[in-house]
């Protein structure tokens, strides 16, 4: 079948508001010839004459009378869909985003982005899921509104990201652990014993790679899949862990933190979304508290 042209119900909103040729060519802009070529091929669509000459005048046909109580609705909505989206009410706005984060992120900035968005829009609910992995494909499907993360190889080309803020790791240990008096030094720091962080169970990382420049290797006694998992060990062995500082910030309470011996380059945490909600009034309200909360 030939696809219709949409653009005709426009012209035929008008024709039938004016019920002139001539008002409705001056409405649309448009020559009295070109309005009365319209006219042809709207009769021709429709299988009907629509306006009839009646004395100098034109009137509607029964046709033309049904089609005029639904053609401005259907137009108005079609116009409605091709205008910029009206300013958000946040009082009204009833909505549930999903945040994929990992640890650390809701016991450092939960309360205080909850706090924010119930203070704002009280009808926005706020879901928050475990990062277990670093595929994109949940922002991708739509089942995660926002991340945060290290942007990286695996992160998908085609997603949105902005800075956070930077943070460094850090090394902490048990109030009273040996490390806690004198200077760490690199050689005192690799000759403890450690707890090695990595979800898809790598051997090594960066703080190996530092430590090997300088000849020297630790010793991994234990290796876990998060953060709070190695917080937890440290608080009840001699074990060392090396952690983001700002990212791990409460999980550290009661626990000794001292910078890490050796170079590592900071890590940026950046928000990442799809940018289908790039333009999104609410999308973009609750990026931009994510933001603040994070950079206070």
Request: glycine share 6%.
């Amino acid at each position: 079948m030939t696809r219709p042209d949409l653009n005709l119900l426009v012209t035929l909103d008008v024709l039938l508001a004016e019920g002139s040729v001539a008002r409705a060519a001056r409405r649309l802009r448009l020559s009295p010839s070109a309005m009365s070529r319209a006219l042809a091929r709207l009769r021709e669509a429709t299988g009907d004459p629509l306006l009839v000459r009646a004395g100098r005048g034109l009137v509607p046909t029964p046709r033309a009378l049904e089609l005029r109580d639904r053609i401005g609705p259907i137009v108005e909505a079609a116009e409605a869909c091709l205008r910029p989206a009206e300013s958000l009410d946040l009082k009204t706005l009833s909505r549930t985003f999903t945040l994929r984060n990992r640890e650390g992120f809701v016991e450092n900035f939960g309360a205080a982005l909850i706090a924010r968005v119930e203070r704002e829009a009280p009808g926005v609910r706020l879901r928050f899921v475990q990062k277990l992995d670093r595929e994109s494909s949940p922002l991708r499907e739509g089942t995660v509104d926002l991340e945060t993360a290290v942007v990286g190889d695996m992160t998908g080309p085609e997603l949105r990201a902005q800075a956070l803020f930077h943070d460094r790791f850090v090394a902490v240990v048990r109030p009273g652990h040996p490390l806690t008096s004198g200077e760490v030094t690199p050689t005192r720091y690799a000759e403890g014993h450690h707890i090695h962080v990595s979800r898809r169970g790598n051997d090594v990382g960066p703080i190996d790679t530092a430590l090997q420049v300088l000849g020297l290797s630790r010793k991994i006694t234990a290796s876990v899949g998060s953060f709070s998992e190695a917080l937890a060990l440290v608080r009840a062995t001699d074990l060392v862990a090396s952690v983001p500082e700002r990212y791990t910030g409460s999980l550290r309470e009661n626990l000794v933190t001292f910078p890490l011996p050796v170079a590592l380059p900071e890590i940026t945490i950046s928000l990442l979304w799809h940018p289908r909600l790039d333009a999104d009034p609410a999308h973009r309200w609750l990026r931009a508290c994510v933001r603040e909360v994070c950079t206070v």
